[in-house]
Nanobody, 114 residues
Framework: QVQLVESGGGLVQPGGSLRLSCAAS????????MGWYRQAPGKQRELVAA???????YYADSVKGRFTCSRDNAKNTVYLQMNSLKPEDTAVYYC????????WGQGTQVTVSS
């Protein structure tokens, strides 16, 4: 298991951008697919984006065309570039393997509001 630490969240206006980072305590080279999840108040945690070592990507319909997931295995880091943010993107964002196999980090809060 690796420990995961998310960062980069904050308060942003609708239409704005944020870049989230997820630093792993160990190597993610052998982890086939790493993903970003989010949990909004009163809702279940959902997978929004994932990137495999083979280059395959997954995006939830709600973020397709706006979010980009990438990974740097040499830095043991996963990123989520979020553009054209909407109020409905407000949530705590987490990273984990897809499907999740590691303990959850503390997440990073993203709030989209004017």
């Amino acid at each position: 298991q690796v420990q995961l630490v998310e960062s980069g969240g904050g308060l942003v206006q609708p239409g704005g951008s944020l870049r989230l980072s997820c630093a792993a305590s160990g190597s993610i080279f052998s982890i086939y697919s790493m993903g970003w999840y989010r949990q909004a108040p009163g809702k279940q945690r959902e997978l929004v984006a994932a990137k495999s070592n083979g280059g395959r990507t997954y995006y939830a319909d709600s973020v397709k065309g706006r979010f980009t997931c990438s990974r740097d295995n040499a830095k043991n880091t996963v990123y989520l570039q979020m553009n054209s943010l909407k109020p409905e993107d407000t949530a705590v964002y987490y990273c984990n393997e897809d499907p999740p196999r590691h303990s959850w980090g503390q997440g990073t809060q993203v709030t989209v509001s004017s």
